[in-house]
C-alpha cells in the first residue's frame, strides 16, 4: 500500500516535471486543489493571481478568508490542527516564530523570484538565515498625509526637516487655523496611534533592538519612555490632536483629512486606498499631500503586515508542495506585472515597471523606501502590544514609565515562551 | 381472568420488579455510553486538562510541552493584568446580575396577564435571546458609536452637536456594556419570572387580600417568597453566564477603552492569540475557580430562602 502510494507519487512528480518540460502548460497542475488564508485586508488581493494561476496551470486555488485579529486567528487555528497551504502572514522577525517557521513552512531559499525582487525587499521574511516569506508588495511606509488647502490657508511652504520642525508647523496651523485640528488620531482603533511613535524612535537603530533580544537592552530605555512622553505632550496634551483623540477612527480620519477638519494624518499607506474609495487619483493629486518624517531627517519609516508577505506550508504532501512554490513563482514571475496593475500597486521588481497614473503620494512613498529608516517589527523577536498601551496613555491610565514597563513585561513573556536565550 | 392467570401474572409482576431492583434500574446503563462518551470527550477531558496545562510552557513557539510548575502562576500575578481582568469580571457579573433580575422581574410584572397585546410584548422581549450574541454588540456597537445613531437622535432633539463616547469612558462604558448584555438575555428571566408567578396559588393571593393585605405588600410579603426557585435560577444563570461573557464584550468595546470591560474570556482570548497557550489556561483555571467559589455558596444561600416553601 504504502509502496503504491510512493510510486503514484512519483509518477505524478515525473509527469509534472515532463508536462513543464513540454510546455503543455494548460492542465499542467489539473486536480490540484490549493488552499490560502487570506485576512479582511487582503482577501481580494490574492483574486487576480489565483484565477490566472487557474487559468495558466490547471490548479484550483481556494482563498479562504479568515477573520480578524488575522494574526492571532493564524496561529490558534494552526494548534487545533488546521494547515493551509499557503496564506499571507507578515513576513517580519517579530511575527513568523509565531508560527514555528522551521516545522511549520516550506523554505523558499534558491526560488527564481529572489533575484527579481528589490533589495530591502529581499531583507525580509528571513529567519535565522532561511528565507520563509515571498514578498508580493511594497512594505508599508509611514509618513505625514496633509491637506494641501490647509496647508497653503497657514502659510505653510517649507516641508519639516525633523520631527520638532513637524510639531512647531502643526502648532503654527492651530494658531492660524482654530478651527482645523493640527492632527486626527485614530484612538477609538487603537492600532492607528502608533506611527508618531515610531518616527519618534527613527534613531534606535538595528543593533539597539539586537541587545533587546538578547536581554541585554530593555524597552525601558531612557530613550524610549523620552519618545513616548513627546508624543504624550506634544501631541496630546499640547492640544495637537482633535478633541475626540481618545475615540477617533481610521474611517474618520480619511474624511476629516478631506473635508479640511484636520490638517495632517501621521499613518502608513493603507490609507491611501481609503482616500482613493472617496477621491478619484486627479482629486486626490489635488487636494491630498504627503511627506516623510523622522526624528532628525525627512524621511519615512517602514513595516511589513501581512498584505506584504506570503509563506507556503509544509504539508506533506509533495504534489501541492511544489504546486504552492510554482504559484509564488507564478505570482512574481508571469503575473506580477498584471498583478500590480490590477491592484495599482509600485512595482517592487525593478525590472517591472510600476504602472501608469499611480496616485503623487505613492509615487512618493515609493521612493522615499530606499533611505527609510525599518520600525521594530522587522527586528525584535516579539513586538508587544504598543497600540494597546498608547490607547492606555490616551485614556490617562498610564504613564509613559507605565507604557514601558508593559511593552518589556510583555517581551520577556513571550520571549520566554519562544525559549530565547539570555530570558 | 382466572385466579390462576391472576396468581401468573402477579409473580411474573413480583419478578419483573425483582430484576429492576437487582441491576437498579430499568435499563441497561451501556445505553447511556454514546452521551457518556460525548460528554468525557467535550467536557470532562478539555476540564481535567485545564487543571494539567497551566503547569506547562505549553505554547505556539515550540512542539514539546514541558512541566514548569507554579512559574507561570508566578508571571500571572506578577503582571496585575490578569488581576484586573478578575475584577472587571466581577463587577460584570454583578450588575448583569442585578440588572436582568430587577429589569426582568419587572417586565414579568408588567406581562403578567394573558391578554393579546401582553403575549405581543413578551414576544418583542424574548427576541434578542434568539440573535447571536456577536449580531447583538455589533449592534450596539454602531448604534452607540461617537457619530452613530443614538448620539444623531440626541443632537435632532436637542439641536446641539452631542457627541458623548459611550463605549469610550474608563468608567462608565463597563455599565453600558452589562446593559446590552441585560437587553440580550432580559426576556429569558422575564419567562422564567412569569412562569413562577403563574405557579402562585391564587387562593394564597386572594386570602392575603382577604386579609387586608395592599397589592404592594401582597407582591412582597406573599408572591415574591413564592417564586423563591425562580429568584435562584435567574440570580444564577444570569452571574454565572455573565461571568462567562465574551461576544458581547469582544463586539462592542474589545476590553477597552484602557481594559476597562476586558473581562477574563476576552484576556485568555488575547493572550492566547499572543501564542501563550499555558498563560490563556492559567486565567481559565483562575474562572472557573472563582465562577466555584462565587456559585456554590450563591446557589446554597437561594436554594435555603426555597426552604419555606
Not at chain 1, 109 to 120: A, M, N, R, S
Not at chain 1, 305 to 330: L, P, W
Not at chain 1, 382 to 410: C, S
Request: proline share 5%; aromatic share 10%.
Amino acid at each position: 500500500m504504502r509502496r503504491t502510494n510512493r510510486t503514484k507519487l512519483m509518477a505524478a512528480a515525473m509527469s509534472l516535471t515532463l508536462l513543464a518540460v513540454g510546455g503543455s502548460a494548460a492542465q499542467e497542475l489539473a486536480g490540484v486543489k490549493l488552499t490560502m488564508w487570506v485576512a479582511q485586508a487582503s482577501a481580494t488581493l490574492a483574486k487576480q493571481p489565483a484565477e490566472a494561476f487557474e487559468a495558466a496551470t490547471g490548479a484550483h486555488v481556494d482563498l479562504v478568508v479568515v477573520p480578524d485579529p488575522y494574526e492571532s486567528n493564524i496561529p490558534t487555528k494552526l494548534a487545533t490542527g488546521e494547515k493551509p497551504d499557503l496564506a499571507f502572514y507578515q513576513p517580519t522577525v517579530s511575527a513568523l516564530p509565531v508560527i514555528q517557521p522551521a516545522n511549520n513552512l516550506l523554505p523558499l531559499d534558491g526560488e527564481p523570484w529572489v533575484q527579481k525582487i528589490g533589495t530591502t525587499e529581499q531583507g525580509l521574511g528571513i529567519i535565522n538565515g532561511v528565507r520563509y516569506a515571498a514578498i508580493v508588495k511594497s512594505p508599508s511606509i509611514s509618513g505625514v498625509y496633509y491637506n494641501k488647502a490647509v496647508f497653503a490657508k497657514a502659510g505653510i511652504t517649507a516641508m519639516p526637516q525633523n520631527y520638532d520642525e513637524l510639531v512647531a508647523l502643526a502648532k503654527s496651523i492651530k494658531a492660524a487655523e482654530p478651527d482645523v485640528a493640527p492632527f486626527y488620531e485614530a484612538g477609538g482603533d487603537k492600532w492607528p496611534v502608533q506611527w508618531h511613535l515610531h518616527a519618534l524612535l527613527s534613531g534606535l537603530d538595528q543593533a539597539f533592538w539586537q541587545d533587546v533580544n538578547a536581554n541585554e537592552a530593555s524597552w525601558t530605555d531612557p530613550r524610549f519612555v523620552a519618545a513616548v512622553a513627546k508624543y504624550k505632550a506634544d501631541i496630546i496634551d499640547g492640544g495637537l490632536a482633535q478633541a475626540n483623540y481618545q475615540t477617533g477612527t481610521f474611517e474618520e480620519q480619511a474624511s476629516s483629512l478631506i473635508d479640511g477638519t484636520a490638517a495632517m494624518i501621521f499613518q502608513v499607506d493603507a490609507l491611501t486606498p481609503l482616500l482613493l474609495s472617496k477621491l478619484s487619483v486627479a482629486e486626490l493629486n489635488d487636494k491630498i499631500g504627503w511627506l516623510p518624517v523622522s526624528a532628525t531627517a525627512p524621511q519615512s519609516q517602514f513595516v511589513a503586515d501581512q498584505t506584504n508577505g506570503v509563506v507556503a506550508f509544509k504539508t506533506g504532501d509533495a504534489a501541492r508542495e511544489a504546486a504552492s512554490k510554482k504559484f509564488i513563482d507564478f505570482w512574481l514571475g508571469d503575473d506580477y506585472a498584471k498583478f500590480i496593475q490590477t491592484n495599482n500597486y509600485p512595482s517592487i521588481e525593478p525590472a517591472v515597471p510600476s504602472p501608469a497614473g499611480l496616485p503623487d503620494i505613492t509615487v512618493a512613498q515609493s521612493a522615499s523606501l530606499s533611505s527609510a529608516t525599518g520600525m521594530w517589527y522587522l527586528y525584535v523577536l516579539t513586538a508587544p502590544d504598543i497600540h494597546l498601551y498608547l490607547n492606555d496613555l490616551l485614556f490617562g491610565a498610564k504613564t509613559p514609565e507605565e507604557v514601558a514597563d508593559a511593552m518589556q513585561r510583555q517581551f520577556v513573556q513571550i520571549a520566554k515562551a519562544q525559549g530565547a536565550a539570555g530570558f | 381472568m382466572s385466579s390462576a392467570e391472576t396468581a401468573n401474572t402477579y409473580s411474573l409482576a413480583q419478578r419483573s420488579l425483582t430484576t429492576r431492583k437487582l441491576h437498579g434500574s430499568s435499563h441497561p446503563w451501556w445505553f447511556a455510553a454514546p452521551a457518556i462518551a460525548v460528554m468525557a470527550a467535550f467536557f470532562v477531558v478539555p476540564n481535567a486538562l485545564n487543571f494539567v496545562y497551566p503547569f506547562t510552557d505549553w505554547s505556539s513557539f515550540k512542539n514539546t510541552i514541558n512541566f514548569v510548575g507554579f512559574s507561570n502562576f508566578a508571571d500571572v500575578l506578577a503582571d496585575g493584568t490578569v488581576l484586573k481582568a478578575l475584577r472587571a469580571t466581577l463587577i460584570y457579573a454583578a450588575l448583569v446580575a442585578v440588572f436582568q433580575n430587577v429589569f426582568g422581574l419587572a417586565l414579568a410584572l408588567l406581562f403578567e396577564r394573558d391578554t393579546a397585546l401582553n403575549r405581543f410584548c413578551r414576544a418583542m422581549f424574548f427576541l434578542p435571546v434568539l440573535i447571536s450574541a456577536l449580531a447583538v454588540g455589533y449592534i450596539f456597537q454602531a448604534l452607540l458609536a461617537t457619530g452613530g445613531a443614538l448620539n444623531g437622535t440626541l443632537s435632532a432633539i436637542t439641536g446641539q452637536q452631542i457627541s458623548i463616547a459611550w463605549l469610550g469612558n474608563t468608567s462608565w462604558t463597563i455599565i453600558v456594556v452589562t446593559l446590552i448584555h441585560t437587553w440580550k438575555w432580559v426576556g429569558l428571566t422575564m419567562i422564567i419570572y412569569i412562569a413562577g408567578l403563574k405557579s402562585v396559588s391564587v387562593d394564597v393571593v386572594e386570602a392575603a387580600s382577604i386579609d387586608g393585605a395592599n397589592r404592594w405588600q401582597t407582591f412582597w410579603r406573599v408572591r415574591f417568597p413564592m417564586i423563591a426557585p425562580a429568584v435562584t435560577f435567574n440570580v444564577a444563570t444570569a452571574m454565572i453566564g455573565a461571568m462567562n461573557s465574551f461576544d458581547i464584550v469582544l463586539a462592542t468595546t474589545k476590553g477597552g477603552p484602557a481594559d476597562s470591560t476586558q473581562v477574563l474570556n476576552v484576556y485568555m482570548f488575547k493572550i492566547f492569540g499572543q501564542g501563550l497557550f499555558a498563560q490563556a489556561t492559567v486565567t481559565s483555571l483562575s474562572l472557573f475557580i472563582v465562577v466555584v467559589l462565587i456559585a456554590i455558596p450563591l446557589i446554597a444561600y437561594l436554594r435555603r430562602r426555597e426552604n419555606i416553601l
